[in-house]
């Protein structure tokens, strides 16, 4: 191994670059390929910018220097973000023996300075060079990792041993047995055998190979499945193949796991798995190589599991009984479902809590939940309240998992990703997230509910989900009660209507209702009329009013009068006011005996609609409003008049004694 950053000669560094410097070196092949050899590079970035090597191969009476505008053979980069690069040259690659020398430029691109380490090396045996300038021999990783015999490699390729043997079956070039970079492992036989790979290397392959025995007792359904020990970041890819190790290139392998399967670009949960069930036509009894393929930066660490079962997912453990003969699950609830009896689909009560033990292997659970009783008998505004929280089996989900269930919801049949009404996040392992529904998504009064699970074996994940009736009542019941769920307020104590805010107790210590009318004193042609107004919420009083205070009464004109010289007004509490004063003069001649009646209706139209639009309003909605509270009424006498009073709705006036009444 030569460091070539030492073959440098002058006074400065050779490795240390300035922007847009380069310094080349120059590489004799003379003597190098006279028998199989292997020559290995290894460029790294020690400090500021990156730095790119370009190769150049020639013969003996070429001399040139490689750059990005001119020719070169290769190039390889090291950069701050991907210190070490490295390549590997064999014979055959330099053209045979044809070329007698390399040159080698190294450019700085940058706009800051770069230090940068070189070291070449060259061996019989197939090798590779750290940024160090650490050889690594037949892929062994260290003194004591012995992969290769003792004998070198007389022909230029290791001769492998052990789990890193060249299998007996056609290889593929290219694989790694060459350079003793792929292990092959024997998987026991029986229902579950399991193997561990740490820190697989990247770029490289780990193969497995297991007999399918034929006997559908045993071997129906075949099922492997990597899964992470260790987080990283690269992915790993699962290919099978029937009689010898499978390859990463079409017609080099009969099945595959989907690209990215392991690490999914959003969320991962760094794990992957194929089936290969009977019932498929690539299923064949005999010899199988699975092989696991590292792509990425990072070494990857996992466990395969090889699965056998008569059934499918051996009817997902207590589940179901497996018929070994048929190949069939018998669920054993009538709620499970699916050939493996991996699915849940069950109508959940309304306000009740259903709870999934955690259990692998399944995708999705259905549900439906019926609210159109509920929903009818609800008087405000009603949403429906969907509670749900995830939860882990034994062992806790390990960091690097980030996939999560989402909990689906429609109006309309069982919900899927794509016609879901609404979807909820479960972000966190036994917190629970609440997804809220307004009635009309619900036209049928029936919830459809799909719990959809993307976490792959060998997790286990379970749930609890609850769904509510939620009614808003009027105002939120004035703070003076409780809503219920049909969306209807239970007052409390001294507190009544529709929306609790009616206080019985203030209403009790009245003498009367705001803007109600009592007859007072009789006038020329008419009568008088006193006004209720409100000092504060209990304290209510008729305006006291005679004939020296007619400023402040309500003048009402029999048939043959009108109402003149309307002088004053009330102030209601509220703001409103009422126009008091006045006097009722004759009609004059010629005026028709309807145009005499339009006028009256006119006149108390005027006196009393200004207090009617409101809340409050005169006698008769007195008597409406008091009903609601227990039937308080208030007949009290005024002057002259016997305790009459007006009902502006029915054009009567109410007699006091159970007398005969007067109609207008």
Known sequence: MTDVSKSCYGAAPC???QPEEAVCFYVDLQNLFSSPAH??????SLEGAGVELYGLFASDKDQAY????SSYNFVVAASPTKPEARMSLDRDAVGGGRYSAMYLCAYNNGQANATFGLHAAVASCPFSLSGKGEMSICSSTSPDDTRHTAEGCPTGMCTCTGNWARPKA?????LGFEDCSAASYQLPEGPHSKHPVSSQPPGTWTFFNFTISGDAHEDRYVFVAATATANTTSDLELYLAYWQPPGRQVGQYDLRSDPGDFRRRTRVDLSSGLNLPSSSALYKPGTWFLGAYVVGDQPVSYVIELFRSSCPNDCVGGRGTCAKDTGVCTCAKEEYEGEDCSRTSVRVPLGTTYTAEPRTAFASDQFVVD???ALKAA??????????????????LPAWVTERPILMASGAGYPTWDNATQRLMLNDVDVAATMVLEAAKVPNGLLYLTFFNPISYPYQVGYRLTVKLVATCLSDCSGHGSCNMEGRCTCEDNWAGADCSVDTAALAKRACQEGSLKQAFDVNGGSA???CVCSSPSECTYVTTDSSSMDKAVVVCSSGYELKGVNGKLVLSDGREVPTGGICAHIRRGTSGGMVFFYCMLTLALFCGAVVGGRYGLEYYQQWRLAQVGGYTDMGSGGGGGGSLWDAFTGRKQGGGGGPTDTW
């Open 15 to 17: 490795t240390e670059l």
């Open 39 to 44: 020559f290995g590079l290894a460029l790294s």
């Open 66 to 69: 490689p750059n990005s505008t």
């Open 170 to 174: 056609p290889v593929f070039e290219g």
């Open 371 to 373: 609210a159109s009783e």
């Open 379 to 396: 008087s405000g505004i009603v949403t429906l309240t969907v509670e749900a929280a995830f939860t882990a089996g034994p062992s806790p």
């Open 529 to 531: 009329y006193s006004v």
